[in-house]
C-alpha cells in the first residue's frame, strides 16, 4: 500500500454514461497524476495537478475527458459519454514536487459495456 | 520523438537466478529514470531510481545501471524469488523533471521455484 487511494475499484458501465472516479494522494504530496492503462501496455500520462492547478492538460483523451483537484488534495476524473474505448485501468500517482518518485494507486478499472 | 522501450517482452528465470530487465531509450536530454514493479490488478510500485548523473545506484536486491552512451538502462534483480514475478516497466521523465513520466511497455518476469 503506497498510501495513495482510489475509488471505486471497478466500475461498469453502459456506453454513454458518465463516470467520476477519485484519488485521495499522499497527505503531504501536493502534484497527484492521471494516467491511464489498457491492456499490455505501460501507463499513459494523462493530466496533472500542483496544488489545486492543473498544470498540463492537453493530453486528456478528449474533451469527455475532466479532471479536477479543488482544494488541492483529492482529485476527480470524468469521462463524460462514455464510449467502449474508454475500458481500461485509470491509475492516479502522487508525488513532493521537489521529488521526483511518484507513488501510484490501486487504480480504478473501467468497463464499458 | 520521446519513447521508452523495452528490449524483451518475456524473461523467465530460475528462482535463485540473478534478472537483467533491459530498457533503451531515445531522448539523450532525459535526466531522471525510474523502474516500477506492477503485479496483477494493482498499481505500479515504485522500486528504485536513478538521476543522469549517475551511472549506478543500488537498492536491496536491486542495481539499477544508466549507459547514457548508448542509452540503456538495466534493472538487476540478485537472487530472484516467486515474489519478484510480475510486470516490469522503465519510465523516463524526458526533458522535465517531475512531471509526467513516459513509460515502455513492460517485461514480464517468470520466476519457478
Known amino acids: 500500500d503506497t498510501g495513495v487511494s482510489q475509488d471505486p475499484r471497478h466500475k461498469i458501465t453502459k456506453r454513454g454514461q458518465n463516470v467520476t472516479f477519485r484519488c485521495d494522494p499522499i497527505?503531504?504530496?501536493?502534484?497527484l497524476y492521471w494516467y491511464r492503462q489498457t491492456l499490455g501496455q505501460g501507463p499513459e500520462f494523462l493530466t496533472y495537478?500542483?496544488?489545486?492547478?492543473?498544470?498540463?492538460k492537453s493530453r486528456l483523451l478528449s474533451d469527455r475527458f475532466s479532471a479536477e483537484r479543488p482544494k488541492g488534495s483529492f482529485s476527480t476524473l470524468e469521462i463524460q459519454r462514455t464510449e467502449q474505448g474508454d475500458s481500461a485501468m485509470y491509475l492516479c500517482a502522487s508525488s513532493l514536487a521537489v521529488r521526483d518518485e511518484q507513488y501510484f494507486g490501486p487504480g480504478t478499472r473501467l468497463t464499458v459495456t | 520523438g520521446e519513447s521508452v522501450g523495452l528490449h524483451l517482452p518475456t524473461l523467465s528465470v530460475q528462482e535463485g537466478d540473478n534478472s537483467i530487465i533491459n530498457c533503451a531509450y531515445s531522448?539523450?536530454?532525459?535526466?531522471?529514470f525510474i523502474w516500477y514493479k506492477q503485479e496483477s490488478g494493482k498499481g505500479p510500485q515504485f522500486i528504485i531510481d536513478?538521476?543522469?548523473?549517475?551511472d549506478k545506484r543500488q537498492g536491496q536486491r536491486v542495481t539499477v545501471l544508466l549507459n547514457k552512451t548508448v542509452k540503456h538502462l538495466s534493472l538487476q534483480i540478485a537472487a530472484t524469488q516467486p515474489g519478484d514475478s510480475a510486470v516490469y516497466f522503465c519510465?523516463?521523465?524526458?526533458?522535465?523533471?517531475?512531471?509526467?513520466?513516459?513509460f515502455g511497455k513492460g517485461t514480464t518476469l517468470s520466476v519457478s521455484s
Open positions: 531522448n539523450s536530454a532525459s535526466d531522471y
Open positions: 497527505s503531504e504530496h501536493n502534484r
Open positions: 536513478i538521476r543522469s548523473n549517475m
Open positions: 519510465a523516463e521523465t524526458g526533458n522535465q523533471a517531475g512531471t509526467a513520466l513516459i
Open positions: 495537478f500542483q496544488n489545486e492547478a492543473q498544470l498540463e
